[in-house]
């Protein structure tokens, strides 16, 4: 029996293993509130290395020590907000909507022209869902009154919030897009920018951008609001985290106001003052 005094050699750790990504695992569920799923982690995972290593880091544990551990709410952290939250969008995504709003702004300033429409994106992503309310706007009203309606938009990632307001896009991220509108809301790139598409100034005056965690209670935007729109955001979030936001969301409606949401997201039970119209779409109470 071999009794030597030394332990055995450890057997080699892999430093971005599974196992090393543990710790990153546990600090986005409990310090930043994102449980992924399987495949979506194996994505964050992939994505993070690059990312880290780039910057120097040999290993998870390296960067869940020197930069998660000691500084959580710095830019590790949002790095890690920005890698694992699906940005996916699209203008006119869920074209209905667009409709439905506009309807509801003309209604709105005729019965007070003198008042601000107030209206909020929540989880806009990239910007396309607030971009696609405001040339929806344009087009629908008269020049005169576009200036009645305000666009809040707001997102969790500080990287798309980054895209959005730059509103500079790619071929692939207009195309679908009427000529028309490509025409008459879109600047061509040139130079070295050439081949990409930048919102014109009539638009990007509509909207104002701001960075909000949704799971958090402050929200920087104003309340009494008559439409929001959180579209494929709730997704995210566990069970109780969207009865929360639900509550809060109806919170910041006005009495009769609406709540649009993805075509395909669940509302939980439990939000007392809303009343569901269609698979999407929610009204205040009052
Ligand atoms: C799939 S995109 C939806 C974009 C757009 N609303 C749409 O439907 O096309 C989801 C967005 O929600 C944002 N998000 C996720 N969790 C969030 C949170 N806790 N607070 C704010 N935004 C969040 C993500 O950063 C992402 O940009």
Redesign the pocket.
């Known amino acids: 029996m071999a009794t030597s005094g030394a332990l055995p050699p450890s057997p080699e750790v892999d430093a971005w293993s599974e196992k090393d990504f543990a710790p990153i695992t546990a600090f986005l569920r409990t310090q930043i ?2 449980s992924l799923e399987p495949h979506r982690m194996g994505l964050l995972q992939a994505r993070l290395r690059s990312r880290v290593q780039v910057r120097g880091f040999s290993s998870f544990a390296q960067f869940h020590d020197q930069v998660l551990r000691s500084d959580p709410s710095g830019w590790g952290t949002q790095l890690l ?2 890698l694992s ?6 203008f006119f ?2 074209p209905a909507h667009f409709a439905f709003m506009a309807e509801k702004v003309v209604g709105w300033l005729k019965e007070s022209p003198s008042s601000t429409v107030r209206l909020w ?6 910007g ?2 607030p971009y696609s309310m405001a040339m929806v706007l344009a087009e629908t009203l008269p020049p005169q009154q576009l200036p009645k309606v305000e666009i809040w938009a ?4 500080l990287e ?1 919030l980054k895209v959005a307001a730059t509103a500079i896009y790619t071929a692939r991220d207009v195309q679908g897009i009427s000529p028309a509108r490509l025409r008459r809301f879109f600047m061509l790139g040139k130079g070295p920018r050439e081949g990409s598409f930048r919102m014109v100034p009539e638009v990007r005056d509509l909207v104002k951008f701001r960075h ?5 209670p402050n929200w920087s935007v104003p309340s009494d609001l008559p439409m929001i ?5 709730s ?3 566990a069970e109780d985290e969207r009865i929360a936001l639900i509550e809060r969301l109806a919170h910041h409606l006005r009495p009769g106001g609406w709540l649009v949401m ?1 075509n395909g997201e669940i509302l939980p039970g439990s939000a007392p003052s809303l009343r569901k119209h269609s698979p999407s779409l929610f009204q205040k109470e009052g």
């Open positions: 509130g994102i907000i920005d939250t699906v940005n996916h969008t699209s995504r869920e994106s929540a989880g806009c992503s990239s396309q869902e707001s997102d969790l990632s798309m909000i965690d949704l799971r958090t729109f959180c579209r494929n955001v997704i995210y979030f993805g």
